[in-house]
């Protein structure tokens, strides 16, 4: 192909990419202006991000890269790289070492092979009956005191504390009540989603499930109807998944570092305007991408 040809068809996915980047941005904007952010701070996580994925590129390729080589890959300027001095901390926890989520999940799963366990004591002199107590030692690896989980879980409205007993409250971990526990939730369960989906478009490594339908066009009340059934149908998907992970969990080797990450979601809105002459009154729309 002709260097120009070529030059034109980088052009172009250059701008796919870009096209593509808008869409994933909008939401995380619209998050960002609800809440205060300025376009400075946005400018600085976006610019310490693209050091560290490409630091991991070169690295990934066997090489310890220099600020030179930074400087190439993202078009950042030296002093803006070097003015980095430190690595960035984490502000939000990570919900996968979350021993309240880790707890309610454990319980979650018994309360589905026995009902009874919806409710639970406390505390039990006999270790054979269930406890919270034994319950969150279990799923916290006894890094944690059961007081202070369940304590956490009370105060989100997970849980219930009466005479002794705790009671679930809610069906899954959502920590509904709790900002900082819902953005952690929303940032490492989008950025999954897009690591599936931007792994199956670069071909970085065998296609992850990343599948979706959708339709345009039709009224709100079919849409609340249509997601009532996904919920309904994730429960049961949900209970499935935790079985498997707990005992892929409790058979684990001391060596073994992978994790998985499996969600589900449905968004819908009143979408007048936005609908083109293309889309606008069409049916089921399916698209899927594995």
Known sequence: MPREQMAQVREGQLGWVLGA??????PLVRLALAFGVKHAQIERVLRDVMLDEARRAWLHKGVEPNVSQLSVTTGLNRKAITSRVREPTESLPQTE???????????????????????????????????FEAVARLASRGDVHHRAILDELVRLNMATERDGMAQLSVEGF????????????LGDNARDHLLASVSNTVGARAPLLERSVFAAGISLEECERIHRIARDRWAGLHDEMTREMRGAFDARDKGDSARIRVGVYAYFEDAVGELDSATSGSGVLPGSKK
């Open 21 to 26: 980047c808008e869409r994933v941005l909008r």
């Open 97 to 131: 070492v979350s021993a309240e989520a880790k707890t309610l999940t454990l319980w979650l799963q018994m309360q589905v092979d026995d009902p009874a366990n919806r409710s639970l004591p406390i505390t039990s002199v006999d270790p054979s009956e269930p406890s």
């Open 174 to 185: 959502v920590p509904a009540g709790d900002l900082k526990g819902m953005l952690s939730f």
